[in-house]
């Protein structure tokens, strides 16, 4: 599978490290229309350790953060145009639903489409797939640090 921005671009569009960076890599772009990311998920994640030590699932909130972060990327490169001077802050998720479990070993496919920007503000769709199957999906709102 091609990829159009790998780990070394990603950190330098996002403020996050490990253990918090949630995206390893950027596979798809059409600007200002979609974006597409991966996250491998490893055993070595250290959520893993509590959620839960006889049989790991990844928590929602780190799907979440997954596609937040992917949406920011998104928004860097779409909405901001490439402004990565200031933070985006995610301000909202609206009609979450978390439809299967996400395990170590899976890899996580995430779909960022735009739904509606303004000059400081974005709203995307987000899902997150596994194999083709959807395991999350969310509006995601962010705006631009003024």
Same mark, same amino acid.
């Given at each position: +599978?091609?990829?159009?921005?790998? =780990?070394?671009?990603? /950190? $330098?569009?996002?403020?996050?490290?490990?253990?918090?960076?949630? &995206?390893?890599?950027?596979?798809?772009? =059409?600007?200002?229309?979609?974006?597409?990311?991966?996250?491998? /998920?490893? #055993? $070595?994640?250290?959520?893993?350790?509590?959620?839960?030590?006889?049989?790991? #699932?990844?928590?929602?909130?780190? #799907?979440?953060?997954?596609?937040?972060?992917?949406? @920011?990327?998104? !928004?860097?490169?779409? *909405?901001?145009?490439? $402004?990565?001077?200031?933070?985006?802050?995610?301000?909202?998720?609206?009609?979450?639903?978390?439809?299967?479990? &996400?395990?170590?070993?899976?890899?996580?496919?995430?779909?960022?489409?735009?739904?509606?920007?303004?000059?400081? !503000?974005?709203? +995307?769709?987000?899902?997150?797939?596994?194999?083709?199957?959807? !395991? @999350?999906?969310?509006?995601?709102? *962010?705006?631009?640090?003024?």
């Amino acid at each position: +599978m091609q990829h159009l921005m790998n =780990i070394h671009e990603i /950190v $330098n569009h996002l403020p996050h490290r490990y253990p918090f960076l949630m &995206v390893d890599r950027i596979i798809e772009y =059409i600007p200002h229309e979609r974006l597409v990311g991966l996250k491998n /998920v490893t #055993i $070595n994640e250290p959520f893993f350790q509590g959620h839960f030590p006889n049989f790991p #699932i990844m928590p929602g909130v780190m #799907i979440l953060e997954s596609l937040g972060q992917t949406g @920011a990327i998104f !928004a860097y490169e779409s *909405a901001f145009m490439g $402004n990565t001077e200031k933070l985006i802050f995610l301000t909202g998720f609206d009609k979450v639903r978390f439809r299967r479990p &996400v395990i170590p070993g899976d890899q996580l496919l995430l779909d960022l489409t735009l739904i509606q920007k303004r000059s400081t !503000a974005i709203k +995307m769709y987000g899902k997150a797939t596994v194999e083709g199957e959807l !395991a @999350a999906e969310a509006q995601i709102m *962010a705006v631009l640090q003024k």
